[in-house]
């Protein structure tokens, strides 16, 4: 089957990191863009990252530089999201998706909650 | 990074038609043929329901359809359904290989 399973949110204080997951499977993960999107409560959507196929270039939305890094392993079919520095208002629920120009596959999220 | 200009909400009954607009700039909607378009129920994950401005992923109904003039996109929901209510978002391609989401639509089938 044809998936992305993201794993590794929780609660976590301002101020503190977490690592993020996403496991992909059904498909050649290596031939493809990957991106993080996240979903604040009740709020839009927000793309946060995305990774090219080798990882060798990173793209961020203005908020998170220099607090997260996205990264992917090819041969562990993974993608990830190092978030360090959180704060309140990256609580969110956090989704990658498979695709640069237009994500189409996605997974069901996983919630960040950052709070003291 | 703002994000594209969505209406907040818009309505129609069963059977009628609806579009969505969503407007952004010469360096995103206006630039690149990759407009996409998600339907988001609550509690679940996005859906995407058009890609590359006219495209329809399979499975998809074809009451479904998407334009693009210029810096607006739009979305046409025709013939509704009861199942249609959901929060639709556009997005596009954009400079610095990033991409960008409108603020979102709550349709509402009345």
């Known amino acids: 089957e044809v998936q992305l399973v993201e794993s590794g949110g929780g609660l976590v204080q301002p101020g503190g990191s977490l690592r993020l997951s996403c496991a992909a499977s059904g498909f050649t993960f290596s031939s493809f863009w990957m991106t993080w999107v996240r979903q604040a409560p009740g709020k839009g959507l927000e793309w946060v990252a995305n990774i090219n196929l080798d990882g060798s270039e990173k793209n961020y939305v203005d908020s998170v530089k220099g607090r997260f890094t996205i990264s992917r392993d090819n041969d562990k079919n993974s993608l990830y999201l190092q978030m360090n520095s959180l704060r309140a208002e990256d609580t969110a629920v956090y989704y990658c998706a498979r695709g640069q120009t237009r994500p189409a596959l996605w997974g069901r999220g996983t919630l960040v909650t950052v709070s003291s | ?110």
């Not at chain 2, 059977?15 to 378009?37: P, R």
């Not at chain 2, 006219?54 to 810096?71: A, D, E």
């Open chain 2, 1 to 110: 990074q703002s994000a594209l200009t969505q209406p907040g909400s818009v309505s129609g009954s069963p059977g009628q038609s609806i579009t969505i607009s969503c407007t952004g700039t010469s360096s995103d909607v206006g630039a690149y043929n990759f407009v996409s378009w998600y339907q988001q129920h609550p509690g679940k994950a996005p859906k995407v329901m058009i890609y590359d401005v006219t495209n329809r992923p399979s499975g998809v109904s074809n009451r479904f359809s998407g334009s693009k003039s210029g810096n607006t996109a739009s979305l046409t929901i025709s013939g509704l359904q009861a199942e249609d209510e959901a929060d639709y978002y556009c997005s596009s391609y954009s400079s610095s290989s990033t991409l960008r989401f409108g603020g979102g639509t709550k349709l509402t089938v009345l």
